[in-house]
């Protein structure tokens, strides 16, 4: 399987998972997803981050994205990890983990990088939107945990951005002020952007978030 690129459909794929059998467009539904790799079960950084996904979960499901995890350890591997992560991060896992022995769905998503491991997957993560397209991708090597604040704010980038003329700048944060998109032209930025705007440049214009 070639690269995955933004816009690209997410391959769609079956699989056995710590919550059932899962479709995964399906799955899905109209929800915005998040599947992300880690390297194997009983791993020190693994275990922290899923760990901080299931304390973040609440969030995530505000923004109305589904989470699903993926190493290329079996489901009783998974089962019995599980518990560990419950007891050393103080939580429970509510989403499930895709247990992929035969390393289907790793490579369909190239989260093999050979030259990094033959046999692990990388710290891959996959943001899907409604309309099963790819709309972010990030690699981590198996050194360094993910930061997930940064994913929030991301799916609050993109749904942001699917919904107004806009874009977000360099270390936005939900609430801050957002980039009108180049495409509005002057006239029409009062009737879109009733909360006024700041030209800075002509081609930088800065508003206050829409749908604050
Ligand atoms: C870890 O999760 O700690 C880890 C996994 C594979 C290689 C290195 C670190």
New binding site residues.
């Given amino acids: 399987m070639a690269t995955l690129r933004l816009g690209d459909i997410a391959p769609d794929f079956k699989a056995e998972t710590t919550m059932g059998n899962v479709s995964f467009h399906e799955w899905l539904g109209d929800s915005w997803g998040v599947l992300f790799s880690?390297?194997?079960d009983f791993?020190?950084?693994?275990?922290?981050?899923l760990g901080t996904v299931a304390n973040y979960f609440p969030e995530f499901e505000k923004r109305n994205t589904k989470v699903i995890a993926l190493s290329v350890d079996g489901l009783e591997s998974h089962l019995k990890w599980i518990k560990d992560i419950e007891e050393t991060q103080n939580v429970t896992m509510q989403y499930p983990i895709i247990a992929d022995e035969d390393k289907t769905v790793a490579n369909l998503y190239d989260m093999i990088h050979p030259n990094a491991?033959e046999t692990?997957t990388v710290r891959s993560v996959f943001i899907i939107g409604p309309d099963k397209k790819v709309k972010l991708t990030l690699t981590y090597p198996?050194?360094t945990?993910r930061n997930f604040d940064e994913l929030l704010r991301v799916i609050d980038s993109l749904q942001l951005t699917a919904n107004y003329s806009v874009a977000t700048p360099a270390n936005w944060k939900d609430g801050d002020a957002v980039v009108i998109s180049t495409s509005v032209a002057d006239h029409d930025i009062p009737a879109k952007f009733p909360k006024g705007y700041q030209q800075i440049k002509t081609y930088l214009r800065m508003t206050p978030q829409p749908n604050k």
Wanted: hydrophobic share 25%.
């Fill in positions: 880690h390297p194997a791993t020190p950084v693994c275990t922290t981050e491991s692990f198996a050194s945990g």
